[in-house]
């Protein structure tokens, strides 16, 4: 039988990892929430956001890329092969390098910090620049903390325990809201940047039971031979680039909106953190899932099954997050009014973030599927496509912000429309490469649930638009009752006017979803979670 999104150890599997992503995605969301309300949109949130960039990146290029592309699956491939005393010696040895990389890094970075200042914001002098340098310093252990707990993930996602890594990023983020609450009044933006590197602690612990219980049976070994460790720093080259290219899309869009108006680099950031929502909670859930899935499947030669799980997971993806595309675009004012306008928060800071987040609507879609089809490309070990795709998304990237930036009067909107603009054509490679691959993709039902889901999108943004702007003519947008109403009613309405149309249409993906959202208990070997 095949190893299938519908089968019901996956579908529980997914409907629990989406779930628990989605309660992180929350928590991240109020995070956001207390960020506005105690500081605005201002210099201050905007050099905060740059001064996490570098560790940030330097957390995606070894997790996202060390991790998700190279260990997973070459580890993975040793559980599948029966030889699981072999695959963590190569383990023991590859947590070890990264370790000592680790230890390097953070404390290179403490010291280098004011070298590294032009990477992130170039236009910074003076105070925004002394600042950046502080909260760089502070944020860069977290980076060290969270690097390792994305080694205690790589073991649970190999082992198919999905679940208890998700607990890590959920105290993350508590930890931040708490700390900024706690600290902020006394230390300022400083504060925040203090939670955060606790948070990013407490995620780490968070992940080393599991670790801990499986490598008991395994003692440490370091083999810097084994011919898996080769494997993998083999896979990692190629991996490290195409990883991190959202990442390094974003810091070229940061970077040169350090020289526009302030609040701009924290619009996109407000933006940013709401296209996230429906990406994280879905693409990420989806692609959490099935990558060890995939590999397995591929190490095994299985390769209708490998197909076939690929297609379930991309066009479920696309079921949901077309219509969350287009929700948001049309809903965008409403939404960034009722979570963000208060404190520190005006009602100019909410028209900034929306003007931003209706540019990054475009490529939403694009960035899902992208997730997807890297988590594919990952699985196949095949890392060469994914840097070239990724080298001629920089160059685009950059050149559209360039353009739009200097050429039109667009400020940050323009940066926003770039990337989705390059993320689009991201997608358009990344499928055409697939499909040189490994032949078919199921291109007509995925061609066929992108039609359908967009034509019931269209009667859910007229009826979601109407809806909440009557809402909002007998409720008003003053006060959270009413702007919460102004929401809830849009929402409502065009959630329910979708899966109607949805299901007149005869969308199989319905059911994938239901099944990824009720997946019942069911006892299979290898299932784990």
């Known amino acids: 039988m095949a190893a299938r999104i519908t089968d019901k150890p996956m579908a529980r599997t997914a409907g629990i990892v989406m779930f628990l992503i989605l309660i992180s995605r929350i928590l991240g969301l109020i995070r956001e929430q207390v960020v506005a309300f105690i500081f605005g949109q201002n210099w201050q949130t905007d050099v905060f956001t740059a001064a996490f960039t570098l560790p940030d990146l330097m ?16 580890f993975t491939a040793y559980l599948a092969r029966g030889k699981e ?6 383990a023991w040895t590859f947590f070890t390098l990264g370790l000592i990389f680790l230890v390097i890094f953070t404390i290179a970075g403490a010291i280098f910090t004011p070298a590294l200042t032009p990477l992130v914001a170039y236009a910074y002098q003076g105070r925004e620049r002394a600042l950046l340098i502080q909260l760089m310093r502070i944020m860069f252990p977290a980076v060290f903390f969270t690097a390792l707990a994305g080694l205690g993930m790589g073991i649970h996602k190999s082992y198919k325990s999905f679940s208890a890594p998700l607990w890590g990023p959920i105290f993350y983020n508590t930890a931040i809201i708490v700390g900024t609450y706690m600290l902020a009044p006394r230390l300022g933006i400083a504060g925040m940047a203090l939670a955060t590197v606790t948070g990013a602690f407490l995620n780490f612990i968070i992940q080393l039971p599991f670790f801990i219980k499986k490598c008991r049976s395994h003692p440490f070994a370091l083999n810097l031979h084994h011919p898996g460790l080769h494997k993998v720093l083999y896979l990692m080259g190629p991996a490290v680039v195409s990883s ?40 990420m859930g989806v692609g959490m899932v099935i990558l060890p899935t995939l590999s397995g499947l591929m190490a095994q030669g299985e390769t209708e099954r490998f197909r076939a799980t690929f297609s379930e997971g991309l066009r479920m993806v696309l079921f949901v997050t077309i219509p969350s595309a287009i929700g948001l675009a049309v809903l965008r004012e409403p939404l960034i009014r009722l979570l963000f306008q208060s404190g520190q928060f005006t009602a100019d800071d909410t028209q900034q973030a929306a003007y931003a987040l209706l540019f990054y609507t475009i490529g939403l879609v694009s960035q899902a599927a992208i997730q997807i089809l890297i988590q ?7 890392t060469r496509t994914l840097v070239r795709v990724s080298a001629t998304a920089i160059v685009l990237n950059t050149a559209l912000s360039l353009t739009f930036l200097y050429g039109t009067n667009m400020q940050h909107g323009g940066l926003a429309l770039a990337y989705s603009l390059t993320n689009l054509v991201n997608l358009a490679t990344y499928l055409h490469q697939l499909r040189k691959r490994i032949g078919s993709i199921d291109g007509r039902r995925l061609l066929r649930t992108s039609l359908l889901s967009l034509t019931a999108s269209a009667c859910m943004a007229v009826s979601a638009g109407l809806s909440s702007r009557w809402a909002a003519r007998y409720a008003g947008s003053v006060g959270l009752a009413a702007r919460g109403a102004e929401v809830a009613v849009g929402v409502g309405v065009g959630i329910l006017v979708y899966f109607t149309v949805a299901w007149l249409l005869k969308m199989d993906e319905i059911t994938l979803l239901l099944q990824a959202l009720r997946g019942k208990r069911h006892s299979t070997s290898g299932s784990a979670t």
């Open 244 to 283: 991190s290219i959202v990442q390094v899309n974003l810091i070229i869009n940061r970077n040169l909106a350090s020289a526009l108006p302030e609040g701009s680099i924290r619009a996109l950031q407000n933006a940013n953190t709401l296209v996230q929502f429906p990406l994280g909670v879905f693409a």
């Open 59 to 74: 957390y995606i290029l070894l997790i996202a890329g060390g991790l998700n592309a190279a260990f997973i699956p070459v």
């Open 85 to 90: 005393r072999e695959g963590w010696q190569m």
């Open 376 to 382: 594919v490309f990952y699985s196949l070990q095949d």
